[in-house]
């Protein structure tokens, strides 16, 4: 794949509650041992979770430095609360390391200043792209659910903007936030005394139909897809069309190994069906799909047709 030279490969911030510990052994196992570019950091769900890891911050970034990787710090995907306000100024007014905005209220506290735009904020056409520029984006990631020739249209009008620019390519899809905690009621609790319930379920907490088929996961006020958005298979045609950053959202998985496989795709070797083979081993358990990306439903695998 001659033209992924300049393609980074990026991990995005952990969705979910886990503990402190198992945060910090990802870090580390990451750092040491996953050839991803750069590493987003921080809280994006629930502003209550940040209190349990908030103080490995400072170590987790020297150690992802050190080890040449590009530290990045997200902001809340939902700000309601002065809490999440502060937080959110907090951020926004660090010089050092790079930030990714989530939400309006980062780009108020923000400013002009340079930043990047995350998925949650909607950059879903040329208009948008070129007024967060103006609001001094240097890099958007585009929504999770756009289809190709979307893709290819802001692509082509952020790159001629001078933005980098990202999207998805492994991970479940981030679907919605919301002002309530499902997670919470689910299991008889408030948002409020929530009990931090969600921690239980690392990978999300499965919602099934009445007929007791799983069609997403809930993860605190997040809606996630159930299905791994698995896009190494379009790995070339992401790339011929200019996206410049390749996320891989965390997931309960052997996340080394998912970055392995996507680096040696980039790289040109290893052969992308048996690449997306061995995804799909270290994923057993879990449908992996692509179904935005061609336009059709989203948890669906559509299969790629063979070179003329």
């Given at each position: 794949?001659?033209?992924?030279?300049?393609?980074?490969?990026?991990?995005?911030?952990?969705?979910?509650?886990?503990?402190?510990?198992?945060?910090?052994?990802?870090?580390?196992?990451?750092?040491?041992?996953?050839?991803?570019?750069?590493?987003?950091?921080?809280?994006?769900?629930?502003?209550?979770?940040?209190?349990?890891?908030?103080?490995?911050?400072?170590?987790?970034?020297?150690?992802?430095?050190?080890?040449?990787?590009?530290?990045?710090?997200?902001?809340?995907?939902?700000?309601?609360?002065?809490?999440?306000?502060?937080?959110?100024?907090?951020?926004?007014?660090?010089?050092?390391?790079?930030?990714?905005?989530?939400?309006?209220?980062?780009?108020?506290?923000?400013?002009?200043?340079?930043?990047?735009?995350?998925?949650?904020?909607?950059?879903?056409?040329?208009?948008?792209?070129?007024?967060?520029?103006?609001?001094?984006?240097?890099?958007?990631?585009?929504?999770?659910?756009?289809?190709?020739?979307?893709?290819?249209v802001a692509t082509g009008a952020a790159r001629a903007l001078g933005l980098g620019v990202e999207m998805q390519v492994f991970?479940?899809?981030?679907?919605?936030?919301?002002?309530?905690?499902?997670?919470?009621?689910?299991?008889?609790?408030?948002?409020?005394?929530?009990?931090?319930?969600?921690?239980?379920?690392?990978?999300?907490?499965?919602?099934?139909?009445?007929?007791?088929?799983?069609?997403?996961?809930?993860?605190?006020?997040?809606?996630?897809?159930?299905?791994?958005?698995?896009?190494?298979?379009?790995?070339?045609?992401?790339?011929?069309?200019?996206?410049?950053?390749?996320?891989?959202?965390?997931?309960?998985?052997?996340?080394?190994?998912?970055?392995?496989?996507?680096?040696?795709?980039?790289?040109?070797?290893?052969?992308?069906?048996?690449?997306?083979?061995?995804?799909a081993a270290l994923c057993e358990g879990t449908d992996l799909s692509n179904g935005f990306y061609h336009g059709a439903a989203?948890?669906?695998?559509?299969?790629?047709?063979?070179?003329?």
């Amino acid at each position: 794949m001659a033209v992924t030279a300049m393609t980074k490969l990026t991990l995005g911030p952990i969705a979910y509650h886990w503990s402190a510990e198992a945060r910090r052994d990802f870090y580390a196992r990451i750092a040491d041992e996953a050839p991803v570019d750069e590493v987003y950091l921080g809280e994006v769900i629930c502003s209550k979770r940040a209190p349990f890891h908030e103080a490995d911050l400072p170590a987790t970034i020297e150690r992802l430095e050190a080890a040449g990787k590009t530290v990045i710090l997200s902001t809340l995907a939902e700000v309601m609360l002065k809490r999440e306000r502060k937080a959110t100024a907090d951020i926004a007014a660090m010089d050092a390391p790079e930030i990714e905005i989530n939400n309006a209220a980062g780009l108020y506290e923000r400013g002009h200043r340079p930043h990047r735009i995350g998925p949650f904020m909607n950059a879903y056409n040329e208009a948008t792209i070129a007024w967060m520029a103006g609001q001094g984006a240097t890099h958007v990631c585009l929504p999770a659910e756009l289809p190709a020739e979307a893709i290819a249209v802001a692509t082509g009008a952020a790159r001629a903007l001078g933005l980098g620019v990202e999207m998805q390519v492994f991970g479940r899809a981030p679907l919605a936030v919301s002002a309530r905690c499902y997670h919470a009621r689910a299991h008889g609790r408030t948002k409020d005394n929530c009990q931090f319930v969600c921690e239980e379920d690392p990978d999300g907490m499965p919602l099934r139909t009445r007929d007791n088929r799983p069609v997403l996961r809930v993860n605190g006020i997040q809606t996630q897809s159930e299905s791994y958005v698995d896009l190494l298979p379009e790995t070339g045609q992401i790339v011929a069309a200019g996206v410049t950053h390749l996320r891989l959202m965390p997931q309960a998985v052997d996340m080394v190994g998912v970055a392995g496989l996507f680096r040696a795709v980039l790289d040109d070797t290893l052969a992308v069906p048996e690449a997306d083979a061995r995804l799909a081993a270290l994923c057993e358990g879990t449908d992996l799909s692509n179904g935005f990306y061609h336009g059709a439903a989203g948890y669906r695998r559509i299969a790629l047709a063979a070179p003329a």
